[in-house]
């Protein structure tokens, strides 16, 4: 049996733009199946590949370690509509050392606005919160895009290798 992670008990977190909205096991498998039910506020072009598997990893570390309370995948929604148009969260919980891995995607239709990073500094408060020691991501070499978010959002670059670009943000 899959200990049901229901994500009532993690709050969502409002930025000016955004609502980073905690998934339940319920959410992340209709996202895995791209079966939206009638309610569910979601842009044309989501969810993306890169929200299966991210609300996929989310299932897996559910099944293998119970409900990983803020650790956890949420979805980002426009405060002004209420519409789904990406995903942000946590790899699993903090290793060793007390670092997370996170990662993030929004549609193309809604790139470019500055809504990555704003939901990326989000998830650094909720991962500082938290009581982590560090946030980690890497990136394509060829996507600078992406590492101008994670720099609007206080990461910075910490290395180069095989192709990647890494950032870490300290708490």
Known sequence: MIPRASGTEVPSVATARLLLHPLSVAEAERIVARAPLAGDP???EYPQDG???????????????????????????????GL?????????????????????GLVPGVRGKGYASEALRALLE??????????????????????????????????????????????
């Open 84 to 104: 789904a148009v990406g995903g942000i969260g946590f790899h699993g919980p903090p290793d060793e050392v007390g670092v997370v891995t996170v990662g993030y």
């Open 51 to 81: 929200d299966v598997r991210g609300c996929g990893g989310f299932l897996r570390g559910v099944f293998e370690r119970g409900d990983p309370g803020v650790f956890r995948a949420y979805e980002v929604r426009l405060i002004e509509s």
């Open 42 to 44: 979601w842009a044309e």
């Open 126 to 171: 909720i991962a500082r919160a938290a009581g982590v020691a560090g946030v980690k991501r890497d990136a394509d070499l060829d996507n600078p895009a992406s590492h101008r978010v994670m720099e609007a959002a206080g990461m910075r670059c910490v290395a180069e290798s095989d192709g990647l670009r890494h950032f870490y943000a300290g708490f």
